[in-house]
C-alpha cells in the first residue's frame, strides 16, 4: 500500500524536472562573463543537504532549545551547543544515533513535545518520519555541519547578476529631465506638463477641450484635494473673488486644509494595504488594536506635506533611526518614526492560531509584505521571482530571496513574534517576548484615545451599575426566601438555623446597608452567613428574570472591557536582534527546500548608476542590523529609476483617473507609458523640488490639461475613443468613500472629527454591514473600521477595494446594486430627511430659494430657469400626492415633497460624477 | 416601459421554452422604474439591452465592461451552459457513501503501521472502522451506494463518480479555500467568478452567480466561499436569501407611496437623461441609467425566481419540502433549479448550519450523524437531478456534489477523523456519462491509488463542461498570468465524460 507522502513526494519530483529545466533555462539567461563566483567553492549538494539538517532542527525545536529559551539548558542552533547539551548531558553523540538524545527523544515521540509552545495535540507540529531518518543517517555519517558564515552585506559585488538586456527596460534606466517640447499652440501652454501633453495631442491634430467653467473647476478640485463638495459659503465667496489668481488661492486653500490628508492619505494606505483586522479568513479577523496610529501617522504626515523620500524612510526604517531601548524618554517625531513601520506590518499575518504558525505561513506573511512594498514602492511585482526566476523583468529568485533577506531579521521565520492578538481560546497568554507590537512607555496617550476609553469606561460603569442593582435586589429576595422557609429543625449541627427571633432580626438587617448594621446584628449576620451567602449561580437557578436578565449585562460589560485600548502599543515593525539566521534561495518557494545562501541586496538590474545598497549597523542598545534603513537610503537616492517615477505617476493618476503607467508594473509585462517623457519630467520635477506632493499638485491642478472641460467632441472621439491623450478631463465618478463622505456632508450629518480609534462598523441580521452614528453624525469613512470579512456594505458596492494584499487601482463598476443602495438603503433616504430639513431651517418660507439650496449644496452650482420651474412644479406635485398621506397638514407635505426631491437629486448621476 | 415576458424570451432564444413553462404573474407594485408611464428611461434603454450586450467574445478575450457581464463565447462546444454544486462542507465520508470497504470488516479495530507514520492526526485516531452503512448496486450500472441515500440511488445512472479525489490539506478552512478557489489560502477568487469572468451572464436580470446557504446562519469560510478576489468584483457571488427579501436593498424599508413613487423614479430618469445629454452621450453614463433599469428588473426577477410557491406539490414533495428535515435544503435546490431556467450561470448551495457551521463534520458519531446529513440532503439532491432530467435541463446543467475532503476509515471514538488522501465527489448532467466509476482508493478507503484526480483536475474537468480550457481562463493580476488551476498542470478527467 502507498502511502502519501511517499506519493506525493514523487509527484513533486515529477514537477521539478519541468522546473528544472525551466530554471536551468533562465540560469543560462543571466550567465555570462559577470557571473559571480559561487560563495561556497563546491560540494553543493552535501552542504545542501546538511544546511536541510539544520533546518529540521529550526522548525520544530529552536523555539524552545534556541536563542530566546534554552529549556534543560540546551541550545540546538549549533553542532557545538548540541555537543556541549544540556541537564541531560551531550544531545550529540557523532556517529551513535542511539547515543545521541536528539534523536532518541525525536524517535520516541517525546519530542517535540505534544503540548509546545503553539501547538496542541491536535496540531502538533511533528517531523515526518523521513525527517526523523534524515536525522539518524546524519548523526551515524559524523553530524557534520558547515561552518557558519557571516554572508557578506555588500549585495551589489556579490549579485551583479542581469546581463545588459536586463537593463533595457525603461523603467530601470535613470530618469533623466527631458527638454520640454515645442508645441504649435503655445498660447495654451500653462506649464512645462502642457508642453508634453499637447506634443502628444497634436501629433493626432488633437488639442485641448476649452477650460471648464469656475464652478465646475470648484468642484473638480474640491473632490480631487479633499473629497468634499464645497460648502454653499465657499461657493459664493470664490464666485465673489475676481482677483486673477482666484484659481491657485482656492487649491492653496484646499491644500492647507486637514481634510486634505483624510483623501491622500486613503490612497497610500490602499497602496499600503492597510486593514483594520488581520484578514486571515474563514471566520477569523482579528482586530488590530493599535494600527491606527499608523493611518493617522499617514494622514498627519501628508497634511504636513513631509517629503516623500523621509516619508518613505520612517516607514521603512524609522525603529532604525531611533535608539528607542537607550532612550528614557521619546519625542513625538521619534514616536512617529516607530509607528510609521506599521506600513511594513499590513500582510495578512494569522500566525496568532497554532494551525497557521509553521514556517511555512510565517514566510507567507514576510512574502506577501514584499508583494505589498514592491509593488507599492517600486512598481513592479516581485511575487513571481520567489519560485523562479520572473519571467519578464530582469528579476532573478536570488534577487527575490536577496530582497526578502532584508526584512528577515523582522520577520525571520524561526525567530518569530505573534501579531498582538491574544486569541488563544484556552486562555494561554502569550509572554511578551512572542509578540509584535512595541511597548514604549513614554508613548502618551492621546486625548482621542482617552476620549474612547472614556466612553467604553462609561458604558462599562452603566452596565455595572445596573447589574449590581439587579443582583442586590434578588439577592435580597433569596435571602428572605430562604429565612422564611427555613425550618429551626435542622438536625445538623454545622449548620443551625436561626430561631424565629433572629430571623426578625435578621429579615430587617437585610435591608441596612452593612455599615449601618449594630455590632450584636453583624455578628448575627456571621453566624448565618452560610445560609445568607448568595451566588450569582443560584440567582440564576432560582429566578427566571435574572437568568434573562444578568448574562447580557455580563457580556456587554466584557465586551467594553476587551475593547479598552493599551495605550503605549505600537503596531510596530523591529528587529528581533541577536545573530539573524542564514537566507537561502528556497527551490520552487518550498521552504523545505534549501538552495543557495544569500545576503541582503536589491535587485542586480537596478544597481546601476546608483550608491550601492550598503548596511551600516546602527549603533546603540537598540540592537537592529540596519539592513532596512540601507533599503531606505538606496531609494531615496534622487537619480533611483523607480522611487519617483512610481509617486509621480500614482499622482498624476489620482488626478486623471488613469495613471501615465500601469501603477503596479512598470516592468516589461506592462503597457508602455502614454507619456513617457511627462513621467521622465515629473519624475525630476518632483525630487528637484525636495519631495512635495502639494508642489505637484499645484503643477498639475494649474496645468492646462487639468483646466478643461469635460465634454467629447467627435473629433477627438473617433482618433482617440478612450481620451488616453487627455483632449478632455477625464468625466469620472466618485470612488465610494467620497460618496459615502458627500452624502453626509450634504445632508449634515458628517462629524468631521479625525484620528483616533477607527469608528465599529455592525453587521446586521440582513447581512449589510452598517455604520453608527457618534453624537455628532456619521465619522468619514477613513476612519471606519475596515474588516477584511465585512467590508461596509456601502463602500464594497461602489468598489471599495479588499486588501489582496493592497490595492494600487481600484476597478468601477456600473451595477444595479449600487441603485438598489442608493434609491432603497435607509442611510440614503436619511440623508433626503436631514438634507430637507437643513434646507427649510434656512429657507423657511420661498420654495425658489430651497430650490436653489439644493443645488448649491448638493450639486455646486445655481439651477437653470428651466430646472427652477420644472423643480417648483414637481414640488408642489409631490406635495399635493403626499396630501393624502399626511393628515391634511400643508406644512407636513410641503416638508415630505422637498424631503422626496433631496432624494432624488442624491440619487442622480450627477451627484456621483465629476466633470 | 414595462417588462415584457416576450422581451425577455427574445433577448434569450435558448431558453424560450423554458420560459414558457414558467407560470407568470402581472407586475408587482414595486417595479422601481418599471411601469414609468412616458418611458423616460426607457427608449434609450431597449436598444442597449438587447444588442449591445450580446458581443459574443470569446472566454479568453473576456472583458468586463462597464455595462457588466457580457455573454461570451466559449472555448469550445460545451456540454453544459451552468453548474449547481452542491457543496457539502465538513468532508463526507466515502467509505459510508460511496466506496465499500469489506476489508475494513476483516480488519476491523487493527491500525497498520503505515498509517501512524502518515496520518497527520493519528494522535487521535483508533483502528480500522467498518461502515455502519449497507452497500447495493443500483442501476444499470451497477454503482454500488449506502443505504444512507437511498434517493440518490435511483440516479445512479446519472452521476459519474471519482472515488480518487485528493487534497492538500486535512483543515477545513485550508480545504475548502482549495476546493473553492484551487488556492489554501482565503482571498482567491472562487470558481464560480472564474465561470462568470469567463463566460458572462445569460440573464440581465439576475446575478449570473448564486450563494444559496442557510438563510440564519453562515456555513464555514462564508462569503469567502463566493468571492472574486482579485477578479473585478462584478464577478462575485451574490448571497440570495432563501427566507425574505433575497437581495439587499431590494424594497425600502418604509417606501413612499405609491403616487410619490411614481412622480419620485420619473424626476431621477429626467435628472439622469438630462445629465447625460448635456455631456454628449457617454457609454459610462448610458451604463449608468442601464444599472438603473436593471436595478428594477432584477426587483421582479429575484423575487420570482424565488417564490417557489408557483411550483405544484408534486415538485415541493419530489424535492422533500413536505419533511422538516429536508425541506430547508429542499427549498434552495428548488430555488436552484428556477435561477437555472433563467439563465443564472452558477448556483451554490450550503447545507443547513445545523448543528454546526461543517454540518458533515461527523467526529463524534458516524452513523448517527451521518445518517442526520444524509436525510436532510439526499431527497433534494435526487429530487432536483430527477426535476431536471424531466424538464430537459439536466442535459445543459452540471451538478457537482462534494466536500472540501473526505473521512478516514479510521475510528476516532464512533466517528472519523477527516481524510485529506483519498475521498468521492460526483459530477452528473451536462457533458458528463452518468453510471461511471473513475479512479479506486487502497483496500481500506484511505488513499487514493488508482488514477488520482487533484482538487485542479476537477476544476479543469468543471471548466472543460462548460467549454472553456483552463490553461487559457487567465487574468492578470500583480504582474502574474493567474488560472483557477494554478501553476502545477491539471488534467481534465475526460473518462467520465460522455
Same mark, same amino acid.
Given at each position: 500500500m502507498k502511502l502519501r507522502s511517499t506519493e506525493r513526494s514523487l509527484g513533486d519530483r515529477g514537477r521539478v524536472s519541468l522546473l528544472q529545466i525551466l530554471i536551468a533555462a533562465s540560469c543560462c539567461w543571466v550567465s555570462?562573463? =559577470?557571473?559571480?563566483?559561487?560563495? =561556497?567553492?563546491?560540494g553543493t549538494d552535501a552542504v545542501t543537504e546538511r544546511e536541510m539538517m539544520m533546518n529540521i532542527f529550526r522548525s520544530f525545536c529552536t523555539d524552545c532549545h534556541g536563542k530566546w529559551k534554552q529549556e534543560a539548558g540546551l541550545d540546538l542552533r549549533t553542532r557545538e551547543s548540541m555537543l556541549a547539551g544540556g541537564k541531560s548531558g551531550p544531545a550529540l553523540v557523532p556517529g551513535e544515533p542511539q547515543k545521541s538524545l536528539v534523536y532518541l527523544r525525536v524517535n520516541a515521540d517525546e519530542m517535540p513535545p505534544r503540548k509546545n509552545l503553539f501547538g496542541d495535540e491536535n496540531y502538533a507540529y511533528r517531523p515526518r518520519a523521513d525527517d526523523i531518518e534524515k536525522l539518524r543517517a546524519w548523526i551515524a555519517a559524523g553530524a557534520a555541519t558547515e561552518p557558519s558564515k557571516v554572508a557578506r552585506e555588500h549585495a551589489a559585488a556579490v549579485f551583479p547578476s542581469i546581463g545588459d538586456e536586463g537593463r533595457d527596460l525603461w523603467a530601470f534606466q535613470l530618469p533623466r529631465r527631458p527638454a520640454e517640447p515645442d508645441v504649435h499652440s503655445s498660447h495654451q501652454l500653462r506649464t512645462p506638463i502642457d508642453a508634453f501633453v499637447l506634443r502628444r495631442l497634436e501629433s493626432r491634430d488633437l488639442s485641448y477641450s476649452a477650460e471648464a467653467d469656475r464652478l465646475v473647476l470648484m468642484r473638480r478640485a474640491y473632490f480631487d484635494l479633499i473629497g468634499l463638495p464645497p460648502s454653499p459659503g465657499e461657493m459664493d465667496a470664490y464666485l465673489a473673488d475676481v482677483q486673477p489668481d482666484s484659481y491657485e488661492r482656492m487649491i492653496q486653500r484646499l491644500l492647507d486644509s486637514r481634510h486634505y490628508g483624510e483623501r491622500w492619505g486613503k490612497y497610500w494606505l490602499d497602496a499600503a494595504g492597510y486593514c483594520d483586522t488581520q484578514g486571515v479568513g474563514g471566520g477569523r479577523d482579528e482586530y488590530r488594536k493599535y494600527i491606527w496610529r499608523y493611518r493617522d501617522y499617514v494622514i498627519r504626515s501628508i497634511n504636513a506635506d513631509k517629503p516623500y523620500d523621509q516619508f518613505l524612510l520612517e516607514q521603512i526604517a524609522g525603529d532604525e533611526c531611533v535608539d528607542y531601548k537607550s532612550l528614557e524618554s521619546l519625542t513625538p517625531d521619534q514616536v512617529d518614526k516607530l509607528i510609521a513601520t506599521g506600513f511594513l506590518r499590513t500582510a495578512a499575518d494569522g500566525t496568532d492560531e497554532r494551525a497557521n504558525n509553521k514556517v511555512p505561513n510565517r514566510m507567507r506573511v514576510l512574502n506577501r509584505q514584499i508583494e505589498i512594498f514592491s509593488t507599492a514602492v517600486?512598481?513592479?511585482?516581485?511575487? !513571481?521571482? =520567489? !519560485? &523562479?526566476? &520572473?519571467k519578464f523583468d530582469p528579476i532573478t529568485q536570488r534577487d527575490y530571496y536577496s530582497f526578502a533577506a532584508i526584512f528577515r531579521t523582522a520577520y525571520d521565520p524561526y525567530d518569530w513574534r505573534i501579531p498582538n492578538v491574544a486569541i488563544f481560546p484556552g486562555g494561554i497568554s502569550i509572554p511578551k517576548l512572542y509578540q509584535r507590537s512595541l511597548y514604549h512607555r513614554s508613548i502618551t496617550p492621546s486625548s482621542q484615545l482617552e476620549e474612547y476609553n472614556a466612553a467604553l469606561r462609561k458604558t462599562i460603569e452603566e452596565h455595572q451599575t445596573v447589574l449590581d442593582e439587579k443582583t442586590a435586589r434578588f439577592s435580597k429576595q433569596l435571602q428572605r426566601e430562604r429565612l422564611t422557609t427555613s425550618k429551626p429543625t435542622s438536625t445538623d449541627d454545622e449548620q443551625p438555623l436561626p430561631s424565629p427571633q433572629e430571623k426578625r432580626q435578621l429579615l430587617e438587617a437585610i435591608d441596612l446597608p452593612e455599615d449601618q448594621r449594630n455590632s450584636p446584628l453583624q455578628k448575627l449576620w456571621k453566624k448565618y452567613a452560610e445560609l445568607l451567602k448568595v451566588e450569582t449561580k443560584q440567582l440564576e437557578e432560582r429566578y427566571e428574570d435574572y437568568k434573562k436578565e444578568s448574562p447580557p449585562l455580563r457580556a456587554k460589560i466584557s465586551e467594553a472591557q476587551e475593547k479598552l485600548l493599551e495605550e503605549p502599543m505600537v503596531h510596530a515593525l523591529f528587529d528581533m536582534g541577536g545573530e539573524p539566521t542564514a537566507v537561502y534561495v528556497l527551490k520552487r518557494g518550498d521552504p523545505r527546500v534549501h538552495g543557495e545562501q544569500v545576503s541582503a541586496g536589491v535587485p542586480g538590474a537596478l544597481q546601476q548608476g546608483l550608491e550601492p545598497y550598503q548596511v551600516i549597523k546602527p549603533s546603540g542598545r537598540t540592537d537592529t542590523s540596519g539592513r532596512r534603513l540601507a533599503l531606505a537610503r538606496w531609494l531615496v537616492q534622487p537619480d533611483h529609476p523607480l522611487t519617483a517615477r512610481v509617486m509621480v505617476n500614482r499622482i498624476w493618476q489620482h488626478h486623471f483617473g488613469r495613471a501615465l503607467v500601469t501603477p503596479d508594473n512598470l516592468g516589461s509585462g506592462s503597457e508602455p507609458p502614454s507619456h513617457p517623457l511627462l513621467l521622465d519630467w515629473l519624475a525630476k520635477e518632483f525630487v528637484r523640488q525636495g519631495w512635495k506632493l502639494k508642489e505637484m499638485h499645484r503643477l498639475i491642478m494649474t496645468s492646462g490639461v487639468y483646466r478643461q472641460n469635460s465634454l467629447p467632441n467627435a473629433r477627438a472621439f473617433q482618433s482617440d475613443p478612450d481620451n488616453v491623450l487627455l483632449s478632455r478631463f477625464p468625466l469620472r465618478r466618485l470612488d465610494a468613500e467620497t460618496i459615502r463622505d458627500s452624502l453626509l456632508h450634504v445632508s449634515g450629518q458628517l462629524d468631521t472629527t479625525p484620528f483616533g480609534p477607527a469608528d465599529e462598523v455592525e453587521v446586521v441580521s440582513s447581512g449589510e454591514v452598517i455604520s453608527h452614528a457618534t453624537s455628532k453624525g456619521f465619522r468619514r469613512s477613513i476612519y471606519m473600521m475596515q474588516l477584511h470579512a465585512h467590508p461596509l456594505t456601502m463602500l464594497e458596492l461602489f468598489d471599495a477595494p479588499a486588501m489582496l494584499p493592497n490595492c494600487l487601482y481600484r476597478t468601477e463598476t456600473t451595477v444595479p446594486t449600487q441603485a438598489l443602495y442608493l434609491w432603497n438603503s435607509a442611510m440614503v433616504r436619511n440623508c433626503s430627511t436631514h438634507f430637507s430639513e437643513i434646507v427649510l431651517a434656512a429657507e423657511p418660507e420661498n420654495v425658489d430659494r430651497q430650490i436653489e439650496l439644493i443645488y448649491r449644496r448638493a450639486l455646486v452650482r445655481l439651477p437653470t430657469p428651466h430646472e427652477r420651474q420644472r423643480a417648483q412644479a414637481v414640488i408642489a406635485d409631490f406635495a399635493s400626492r403626499w396630501q393624502e398621506f399626511s393628515a391634511d397638514d400643508p406644512t407636513m407635505a410641503h416638508r415630505q415633497a422637498l424631503m422626496t426631491f433631496c432624494h432624488a437629486v442624491l440619487n442622480s448621476p450627477e451627484f456621483i460624477y465629476v466633470d | 416601459m414595462s417588462i415584457n415576458p416576450d422581451q425577455e424570451r427574445k433577448d434569450n432564444p435558448r431558453r424560450e421554452l423554458l420560459q414558457r413553462q414558467t407560470v407568470r404573474t402581472g407586475l408587482g407594485r414595486r417595479d422601481f422604474f418599471g411601469h414609468m408611464g412616458n418611458g423616460l428611461l426607457g427608449t434609450a434603454l431597449a436598444g442597449l439591452l438587447t444588442d449591445d450586450l450580446i458581443s459574443g467574445r470569446p472566454a479568453d478575450a473576456a472583458v468586463v465592461s462597464h455595462q457588466g457581464l457580457q455573454p461570451r463565447l466559449p472555448h469550445v462546444e460545451p456540454g453544459a451552459t451552468s453548474v449547481i454544486q452542491l457543496f457539502m462542507t465538513g468532508g463526507p465520508s466515502q467509505v459510508d457513501l460511496f466506496d465499500p470497504k469489506p476489508a475494513l470488516v476483516k480488519h476491523e479495530g487493527e491500525l497498520p503501521r503505515a498509517f501512524l507514520d502518515n496520518v497527520e492526526s493519528v494522535g487521535r485516531a483508533g483502528g480500522l472502522l467498518p461502515s455502519p452503512f449497507k452497500f447495493t448496486r443500483h442501476g444499470q450500472s451497477g454503482m454500488p451506494m449506502s443505504d444512507a441515500i437511498p434517493h440518490l440511488a435511483q440516479c445512479a445512472d446519472d452521476i459519474a463518480l471519482i472515488r480518487s479525489m485528493w487534497t492538500d490539506s486535512f483543515d477545513h478552512l485550508a480545504a475548502i479555500f482549495l476546493m473553492h478557489s484551487g488556492r489554501t489560502r482565503n482571498l482567491s477568487p472562487s470558481l464560480g467568478s472564474w465561470v462568470v469572468y469567463g463566460l458572462g451572464s445569460d440573464n440581465k436580470n439576475l446575478p449570473a452567480y448564486v450563494a444559496l446557504d442557510d438563510p440564519h446562519r453562515q456555513i464555514l469560510a462564508g462569503k469567502s466561499n463566493w468571492q472574486a478576489g482579485f477578479l473585478p468584483p462584478i464577478c462575485q457571488g451574490t448571497r440570495l436569501r432563501s427566507v425574505g427579501a433575497p437581495i439587499l436593498h431590494l424594497n425600502a424599508e418604509k417606501e413612499f407611496p405609491d403616487p410619490v413613487l411614481e412622480l419620485s423614479r420619473d424626476l431621477l430618469a429626467t435628472l439622469a437623461r438630462e445629465h447625460r445629454d448635456a455631456r454628449g452621450g457617454q457609454a459610462e453614463l448610458n451604463a449608468r441609467i442601464a444599472s438603473y433599469e436593471l436595478a428594477a428588473r432584477m426587483q421582479i426577477s429575484a423575487t420570482q425566481a424565488l417564490d417557489i410557491s408557483q411550483e405544484t406539490q408534486q415538485t415541493h414533495d419530489l424535492y422533500g419540502l413536505n419533511d422538516k428535515v429536508s425541506a430547508s435544503y429542499g427549498r434552495r435546490c428548488l430555488m436552484a433549479r428556477r435561477l437555472i431556467e433563467r439563465g443564472v450561470r452558477i448556483v451554490q448551495i450550503y447545507m443547513n448550519c445545523d448543528p454546526s457551521d461543517n454540518p458533515w463534520d461527523h467526529h463524534g458519531n458516524i452513523k448517527k450523524e451521518l445518517s442526520h446529513s444524509c436525510r436532510q440532503t439526499d431527497k433534494s439532491v435526487a429530487g432536483l437531478l430527477k426535476d431536471l432530467k424531466q424538464r430537459g435541463l439536466l442535459e445543459q446543467t452540471l451538478v457537482v456534489w462534494g466536500g472540501e475532503f473526505g473521512r478516514l476509515p479510521l475510528s476516532q471514538g464512533k466517528g472519523r477523523d477527516h481524510g485529506a488522501n483519498g475521498f468521492s465527489v460526483w459530477l452528473a448532467g451536462g457533458g458528463v456519462q452518468g453510471g461511471t466509476i473513475y479512479g479506486a482508493t487502497d483496500e481500506f478507503g484511505y488513499h487514493a491509488v488508482e488514477n488520482r484526480a487533484s482538487v485542479h483536475d476537477l476544476h479543469a474537468t468543471i471548466l472543460h463542461c462548460l467549454g472553456v480550457d483552463h490553461e487559457k481562463l487567465v487574468y492578470k493580476h500583480h504582474g502574474l498570468e493567474e488560472q483557477l488551476t494554478g501553476v502545477d498542470p491539471a488534467r481534465v478527467v475526460k473518462e467520465i465524460l460522455s
Open positions: 555570462g562573463a =559577470r557571473q559571480p563566483a559561487p560563495i =561556497r567553492a563546491s517600486l512598481g513592479l511585482t516581485f511575487e !513571481c521571482a =520567489r !519560485c &523562479h526566476d &520572473h | -
